[in-house]
Protein backbone atom coordinates (compact mmCIF):
# COMPACT_ATOMS: atom_id res chain seq x y z
CA UNK A 1 0.00 0.00 0.00
CA UNK A 2 1.60 3.28 -1.07
CA UNK A 3 0.78 5.61 1.96
CA UNK A 4 3.36 8.58 3.85
CA UNK A 5 4.85 7.89 7.20
CA UNK A 6 1.70 10.59 8.15
CA UNK A 7 -0.53 7.37 7.58
CA UNK A 8 1.71 4.98 9.95
CA UNK A 9 1.57 7.71 13.01
CA UNK A 10 -1.71 8.21 12.85
CA UNK A 11 -3.77 5.29 12.02
CA UNK A 12 -0.92 1.69 12.97
CA UNK A 13 0.98 3.53 15.75
CA UNK A 14 -2.45 4.44 17.79
CA UNK A 15 -3.84 0.94 17.23
CA UNK A 16 -1.14 -1.32 18.00
CA UNK A 17 -0.52 0.24 21.24
CA UNK A 18 -4.64 -0.44 22.13
CA UNK A 19 -4.20 -3.64 20.55
CA UNK A 20 -1.15 -4.31 23.35
CA UNK A 21 -2.77 -2.69 26.19
CA UNK A 22 -6.24 -4.30 25.63
CA UNK A 23 -4.58 -7.91 25.26
CA UNK A 24 -2.09 -7.59 28.43
CA UNK A 25 -4.43 -5.55 30.63
CA UNK A 26 -2.17 -3.32 31.56
CA UNK A 27 -2.49 0.98 31.52
CA UNK A 28 0.86 2.11 29.92
CA UNK A 29 3.62 0.41 28.06
CA UNK A 30 6.88 1.65 27.14
CA UNK A 31 8.07 1.87 23.50
CA UNK A 32 11.79 1.39 21.95
CA UNK A 33 11.79 3.49 18.47
CA UNK A 34 15.12 3.37 16.12
CA UNK A 35 14.74 5.99 13.25
CA UNK A 36 11.27 6.57 11.36
CA UNK A 37 9.80 3.98 13.98
CA UNK A 38 10.26 7.33 16.53
CA UNK A 39 8.66 9.86 13.95
CA UNK A 40 5.58 8.15 13.21
CA UNK A 41 5.46 7.39 17.13
CA UNK A 42 6.02 11.51 17.78
CA UNK A 43 3.20 11.71 14.66
CA UNK A 44 0.46 9.30 16.97
CA UNK A 45 1.55 11.42 20.10
CA UNK A 46 0.41 14.54 18.42
CA UNK A 47 -2.30 13.57 16.49
CA UNK A 48 -3.71 11.46 19.92
CA UNK A 49 -2.75 13.34 22.59
CA UNK A 50 -4.40 11.08 24.68
CA UNK A 51 -1.85 8.41 23.57
CA UNK A 52 0.52 9.98 26.25
CA UNK A 53 -0.78 9.23 29.35
CA UNK A 54 -0.32 5.68 28.06
CA UNK A 55 3.22 5.37 27.23
CA UNK A 56 5.32 4.84 30.77
CA UNK A 57 9.10 5.81 28.74
CA UNK A 58 9.70 6.19 25.06
CA UNK A 59 13.07 5.40 24.00
CA UNK A 60 14.28 7.13 20.74
CA UNK A 61 17.08 5.40 19.01
CA UNK A 62 18.55 7.66 16.22
CA UNK A 63 15.17 9.54 15.90
CA UNK A 64 13.73 11.14 12.89
CA UNK A 65 11.95 14.17 12.60
CA UNK A 66 13.29 17.66 10.75
CA UNK A 67 15.43 15.92 8.18
CA UNK A 68 16.88 19.68 7.25
CA UNK A 69 20.72 18.67 7.31
CA UNK A 70 20.92 14.75 6.62
CA UNK A 71 24.22 14.68 4.39
CA UNK A 72 23.71 11.60 2.23
CA UNK A 73 25.48 13.63 -0.92
CA UNK A 74 23.44 11.03 -3.63
CA UNK A 75 19.94 11.03 -1.82
CA UNK A 76 20.39 14.55 -1.35
CA UNK A 77 21.11 15.26 -5.26
CA UNK A 78 17.67 13.81 -5.88
CA UNK A 79 15.28 15.42 -3.73
CA UNK A 80 14.76 18.74 -5.71
CA UNK A 81 13.34 15.99 -8.17
CA UNK A 82 11.40 14.19 -5.96
CA UNK A 83 7.79 15.47 -7.47
CA UNK A 84 8.71 14.24 -11.25
CA UNK A 85 10.03 10.89 -9.21
CA UNK A 86 7.40 9.76 -7.33
CA UNK A 87 4.90 10.97 -10.43
CA UNK A 88 6.73 8.89 -12.86
CA UNK A 89 6.99 5.90 -10.61
CA UNK A 90 3.07 6.18 -10.55
CA UNK A 91 2.33 6.46 -13.60
CA UNK A 92 4.56 3.19 -14.31
CA UNK A 93 2.40 1.08 -11.02
CA UNK A 94 6.11 1.61 -9.45
CA UNK A 95 4.23 1.87 -5.41
CA UNK A 96 7.02 0.41 -3.31
CA UNK A 97 11.19 0.32 -2.83
CA UNK A 98 13.13 -2.60 -2.22
CA UNK A 99 10.12 -4.43 -1.39
CA UNK A 100 10.56 -7.64 0.57
CA UNK A 101 10.97 -10.63 -2.19
CA UNK A 102 10.78 -8.77 -4.74
CA UNK A 103 13.76 -6.94 -6.66
CA UNK A 104 15.57 -5.62 -3.52
CA UNK A 105 15.90 -9.22 -1.97
CA UNK A 106 17.31 -10.39 -5.23
CA UNK A 107 19.24 -7.25 -5.68
CA UNK A 108 20.85 -7.60 -2.77
CA UNK A 109 21.69 -11.64 -2.42
CA UNK A 110 23.29 -11.55 -6.05
CA UNK A 111 25.23 -7.80 -4.88
CA UNK A 112 26.10 -8.69 -1.50
CA UNK A 113 25.78 -12.50 -0.03
CA UNK A 114 27.78 -14.31 -2.63
CA UNK A 115 31.60 -13.45 -1.15
CA UNK A 116 33.13 -11.59 1.96
CA UNK A 117 34.45 -9.48 -0.40
CA UNK A 118 30.99 -8.43 -2.04
CA UNK A 119 30.32 -7.83 2.13
CA UNK A 120 32.53 -5.87 2.37
CA UNK A 121 31.78 -3.59 -0.40
CA UNK A 122 28.53 -3.34 0.42
CA UNK A 123 29.14 -2.72 4.35
CA UNK A 124 31.42 0.13 2.94
CA UNK A 125 28.10 1.42 0.29
CA UNK A 126 25.93 1.56 3.70
CA UNK A 127 28.55 3.63 5.57
CA UNK A 128 28.31 6.12 2.55
CA UNK A 129 24.55 6.33 3.31
CA UNK A 130 23.87 6.11 6.59
CA UNK A 131 27.86 7.22 8.05
CA UNK A 132 31.01 5.85 8.93
CA UNK A 133 31.34 3.58 11.39
CA UNK A 134 33.83 0.29 12.30
CA UNK A 135 31.46 -1.63 14.39
CA UNK A 136 29.49 -3.66 11.49
CA UNK A 137 30.91 -6.90 10.90
CA UNK A 138 31.20 -8.13 7.59
CA UNK A 139 29.55 -11.92 7.89
CA UNK A 140 26.90 -10.37 9.54
CA UNK A 141 25.38 -8.43 6.30
CA UNK A 142 23.31 -11.56 4.91
CA UNK A 143 21.55 -11.49 8.21
CA UNK A 144 21.71 -7.37 7.68
CA UNK A 145 19.52 -7.80 4.67
CA UNK A 146 16.68 -10.52 5.49
CA UNK A 147 15.98 -8.47 8.39
CA UNK A 148 16.28 -4.79 7.66
CA UNK A 149 16.28 -3.88 4.32
CA UNK A 150 12.02 -4.33 3.75
CA UNK A 151 11.63 -2.05 1.43
CA UNK A 152 8.82 1.03 1.84
CA UNK A 153 6.51 2.87 -0.06
CA UNK A 154 7.05 5.70 -2.89
CA UNK A 155 5.03 8.32 -0.16
CA UNK A 156 7.50 7.52 2.37
CA UNK A 157 10.80 8.38 0.33
CA UNK A 158 8.60 11.61 -1.18
CA UNK A 159 8.25 12.85 2.30
CA UNK A 160 11.81 12.24 3.54
CA UNK A 161 12.71 14.45 0.52
CA UNK A 162 9.70 16.72 1.08
CA UNK A 163 11.23 17.25 4.79
CA UNK A 164 14.48 18.06 3.42
CA UNK A 165 13.53 20.66 1.37
CA UNK A 166 11.05 22.00 3.93
CA UNK A 167 13.50 23.02 6.15
CA UNK A 168 13.88 22.62 9.59
CA UNK A 169 10.05 21.62 10.06
CA UNK A 170 8.50 18.17 10.64
CA UNK A 171 5.40 18.26 8.54
CA UNK A 172 2.97 15.80 6.58
CA UNK A 173 3.07 14.57 2.88
CA UNK A 174 2.53 17.59 0.73
CA UNK A 175 -0.33 16.24 -1.76
CA UNK A 176 0.66 20.06 -3.54
CA UNK A 177 -1.97 23.11 -3.38
CA UNK A 178 -4.90 21.62 -4.38
CA UNK A 179 -4.36 18.34 -2.08
CA UNK A 180 -3.85 20.05 1.05
CA UNK A 181 -6.61 22.53 0.34
CA UNK A 182 -8.83 19.34 0.23
CA UNK A 183 -7.10 17.41 3.19
CA UNK A 184 -5.73 20.00 5.43
CA UNK A 185 -7.82 23.44 4.37
CA UNK A 186 -4.61 25.27 3.85
CA UNK A 187 -2.03 25.20 0.85
CA UNK A 188 0.69 23.85 2.87
CA UNK A 189 0.98 20.54 4.56
CA UNK A 190 0.75 21.32 8.37
CA UNK A 191 3.82 20.87 10.60
CA UNK A 192 3.29 18.36 13.66
CA UNK A 193 3.67 20.54 17.20
CA UNK A 194 6.75 18.13 18.89
CA UNK A 195 5.85 20.59 21.97
CA UNK A 196 2.19 18.93 22.45
CA UNK A 197 4.02 15.85 23.28
CA UNK A 198 3.95 15.35 26.96
CA UNK A 199 4.88 10.85 27.19
CA UNK A 200 8.16 11.50 28.80
CA UNK A 201 11.16 10.93 26.07
CA UNK A 202 14.66 9.57 26.61
CA UNK A 203 16.86 10.14 23.66
CA UNK A 204 19.96 8.04 22.09
CA UNK A 205 21.63 9.58 19.03
CA UNK A 206 24.85 9.26 17.16
CA UNK A 207 27.89 11.43 16.80
CA UNK A 208 28.61 10.01 13.07
CA UNK A 209 24.95 9.81 11.84
CA UNK A 210 24.09 10.99 7.99
CA UNK A 211 20.57 10.37 7.97
CA UNK A 212 19.56 11.62 11.40
CA UNK A 213 22.45 14.24 12.20
CA UNK A 214 23.74 15.51 15.38
CA UNK A 215 21.82 19.26 14.10
CA UNK A 216 18.65 17.60 13.36
CA UNK A 217 18.44 15.57 16.79
CA UNK A 218 19.51 19.01 18.17
CA UNK A 219 16.65 20.93 16.56
CA UNK A 220 14.09 17.89 18.00
CA UNK A 221 15.98 18.10 21.40
CA UNK A 222 14.83 21.80 20.99
CA UNK A 223 11.41 21.18 20.41
CA UNK A 224 10.29 18.59 23.03
CA UNK A 225 9.21 19.66 26.16
CA UNK A 226 8.72 16.50 28.33
CA UNK A 227 12.48 15.15 27.82
CA UNK A 228 14.09 12.76 30.75
CA UNK A 229 17.42 12.43 29.15
CA UNK A 230 19.49 12.08 26.14
CA UNK A 231 22.91 10.86 24.82
CA UNK A 232 25.00 11.43 22.40
CA UNK A 233 27.18 8.68 21.31
CA UNK A 234 30.20 10.23 19.15
CA UNK A 235 31.45 7.17 17.37
CA UNK A 236 27.70 5.93 16.42
CA UNK A 237 26.53 6.18 12.96
CA UNK A 238 22.84 5.31 11.94
CA UNK A 239 23.16 1.75 11.88
CA UNK A 240 25.12 0.81 14.56
CA UNK A 241 21.80 1.37 17.16
CA UNK A 242 20.94 -2.22 15.38
CA UNK A 243 23.65 -4.01 14.20
CA UNK A 244 26.76 -2.48 16.13
CA UNK A 245 29.45 -5.49 17.35
CA UNK A 246 29.71 -2.88 21.08
CA UNK A 247 25.81 -1.66 20.71
CA UNK A 248 25.23 -3.91 24.27
CA UNK A 249 27.76 -2.52 26.52
CA UNK A 250 27.85 1.32 24.99
CA UNK A 251 23.71 1.40 23.85
CA UNK A 252 21.31 -1.86 25.24
CA UNK A 253 22.63 -2.12 28.97
CA UNK A 254 21.35 1.73 29.02
CA UNK A 255 18.19 0.87 27.65
CA UNK A 256 17.24 -1.97 29.65
CA UNK A 257 17.92 0.36 32.98
CA UNK A 258 15.20 2.88 31.46
CA UNK A 259 12.81 0.26 30.92
CA UNK A 260 13.47 -1.46 34.61
CA UNK A 261 11.87 0.71 36.30
CA UNK A 262 7.74 1.01 36.55
CA UNK A 263 6.36 -0.97 33.64
CA UNK A 264 8.35 -3.82 32.25
CA UNK A 265 5.44 -3.79 29.29
CA UNK A 266 7.50 -2.68 26.24
CA UNK A 267 6.98 -2.20 22.06
CA UNK A 268 9.92 -2.12 19.60
CA UNK A 269 9.03 -0.51 16.12
Given at each position: ??????N??NS????M?D???KE??Q?K??YI???????????AMVKH?E????????????????F???T??????????T???EV?L???G?H?W??S??FGD?????I???????AR?C??W???VV?????????LI??F???????T???V???F?QN?????V?????????????R??S???FE????NI???????SGG?D???T????D??LS?L?NMIG?E??S??????F??G???K?K????????LS????LF???
Open positions: MNQSFGSGDIPSIYILTGPLSGHSLGCGVFFIPLNEKIEIMVALAPLSSAHFTEFLRVLTPFNHIANAVVGLDEGRFLEVCEQTYIQYKNFRAGPSENLDPTPLDANFLRGSVKIAQAYNAGNFQAYDFGRKGNLLYGIKPYHLGTAPIYVFRRLVPMDVWLKTSRIDYSHLDIWNDVELYDKVIALSPSPASI
